[in-house]
């Protein structure tokens, strides 16, 4: 059995275990809800619904996502776990609007609660069973890099502490006749809202594209610095399709001396050592070349970086190569997201370098700094 496979087998595993306790706490809660006139109880018994529904669409995801690549989507359909987290995250949403109005129409039009022993009990049980369920799930999530069961692990932690809530109104109401049924049904509605807002701020961010896991930049580009023959691993761009599935690019500084087929060899090389170790496939590794035939050019680059590391906003120099016979000057600029015009931070740095070398023609291209540590 692959990796993947068996990460989908736990994936639905744990979404299983999760739609059975939801269910059999929902109704549980709703009956409870119902002969108790809870509002607090009945709400919490349809959260409980969303849960489960959750769960089911995690699994539909998981499921789907996990078909193999084809000709209309080469990287395959990774990417559908985030749209069955981003429903998720929709259904909570929806939920706690939902029962926030419900909850204020209660308080306008109050109906005070009739309680039993046995459905405090049912309340009390329904607590420890959240609290196991959200660790067990978050625990799995985690673990499997799965952000469809994350988020239900901490929506089911969360369940938790309005359940624990419900419970502590109904021992307020039995002791004083004090009834925050409403109430507390509208402040659990809010704390789901802004669960749901969060969990669906979380997963458009991961639609949309977010910086790399810094340590996994740092692994990599160690890696590929420690092969022979290579001296520095700048520009790598990893583009995430899927929970662990990234597809890439990065430059490498070879000596000027290298062949064609010593720097195949070694582009060959670096792909599949990257592959193996992170999982990480490399579509493209360029190459910048570094002088080595003539000593002057070391003093030459040490210069211009330090005037360009002068300047604001900028990161990084690399990709520097200077030819004496053609008088040219070339290198790469990491401009930083920070700056309030990249653009112009940038023409700023290489016209500095041009004043300070006006026999060369001088030329540079503009970085992001998508992973530079």
Known sequence: MDAETDRNKQIVRTSIVGILANILLASFKAVIGVLSGSIAITLDAVNNLSDAASSVITIVGTKLAGKPADRKHPFGYGRLEYLSAMIISIIVLYAGVTSLKESVARIIHPKRPDYALLSLII????????????????????????????????????????????????????????????????IISVVIIKSGIDMLRDTISEILGERADTQ?????????????????????????????????SLHIEVPDTCTADQIDELTRKITREIYNKYKVLLTAVSVYSYNTKNPMVIGVRDKIEGIVKKCPNILQMHGFYMDEEEKTIRFDLVVSFEAPDRLEAFNSALEKVRKEYPGYTVTAAIDADFSEI
């Open 123 to 186: 309340v009390a049980v329904a607590v420890l069973v959240k609290i196991i369920l959200g660790r067990y799930v978050e625990g799995v999530g985690k673990r499997v890099n799965s952000d469809s069961l994350i988020a239900s692990g901490r929506d089911a932690t969360l369940d938790s502490v309005i359940s624990a809530s419900t419970l502590l109104a109904a021992l307020i109401y039995i002791a004083s006749g004090l009834s925050l049924e409403s109430w507390l049904g509208a």
């Open 216 to 248: 996994l930049v740092v692994d990599i580009k160690k890696t590929v610095r420690e092969m022979d023959g290579v001296r520095g691993a700048y520009d790598l761009v990893l583009n995430n399709y899927g929970p662990d599935h990234y597809i890439g």
